[in-house]
């Protein structure tokens, strides 16, 4: 694992709801009338809206853009409710007035802004929702080359130089073993899988 960014949801100013909860009883009151952006179908923040969906008992309309700045512009625009954003992007914009973010979509408070309450924290124990970015081989590499690229990158990743570098980039380093990724890889195979299967999401 290289790095990790969590997940926020980040809502427009106009919507009258200040925290998880208020957005939920809102859903609930409001049966298909929020709206939230995605990158398009079955990208992060549509499966995100509809883990979102499940675990909150309420229905929203997924408003498809092409990739996340246009919908994160419509967001601060006012023209849709909500997306699912990266902290990096989202954060900046919440300090600065132009929208709201109600909870960091990961088990632990995030370092580049302690101030947001977790999902679980904020009343959806267990909900997550990660990027992250890995550092795979090709099936069949020889098992001591695979441990030799990975002391290698987890040697880079501890290094001062590029801790602080991704640290400005809201990253969190991974530094994982082959055999902590491979868990990671699984864990989220599961996730996503169970919410496609669940949604009745057909691949495109």
Do not use: C
Not at 171 to 180: I, M, N, Q, R
């Amino acid at each position: 694992m290289l790095a990790k960014i969590a997940n926020v949801l980040s809502v427009r100013n106009s919507l009258p709801v200040n925290s998880l909860q208020e957005l939920i009883a809102y859903g609930k009151a409001n049966p298909g009338k929020l709206t939230f952006a995605t990158q398009g179908p079955q990208s992060t923040a549509h499966l995100t809206g509809t883990l979102l969906e499940a675990m909150a008992g309420i229905k929203m309309l997924a408003v498809p853009y092409r990739g996340a700045q246009p919908a994160l512009t419509d967001v601060v625009a006012g023209n849709v409710d909500m997306f699912f954003d990266t902290l990096a992007t989202s954060v900046p914009l919440h300090r600065g007035g132009k929208l709201k973010i109600l909870a960091v979509a990961d088990l632990q408070r995030a370092k580049a802004a302690p101030e947001l309450p977790t999902f679980s924290e904020a009343g959806v124990p267990g909900f997550r929702s990660i990027t992250w970015f890995g550092f795979v081989a090709p099936p069949g590499t020889p098992a001591a080359l695979a441990q030799r690229l990975n002391r290698d990158a987890v040697e880079m990743l501890r290094s001062p130089e590029v801790a602080a570098r991704l640290q400005s980039l809201s990253l969190e380093a991974g530094a994982t073993s082959p055999a902590e990724t491979a868990k990671f890889f699984a864990d989220e195979t599961a996730l996503w899988g169970k919410v496609i299967k669940d949604a009745g999401i057909t691949p495109q």
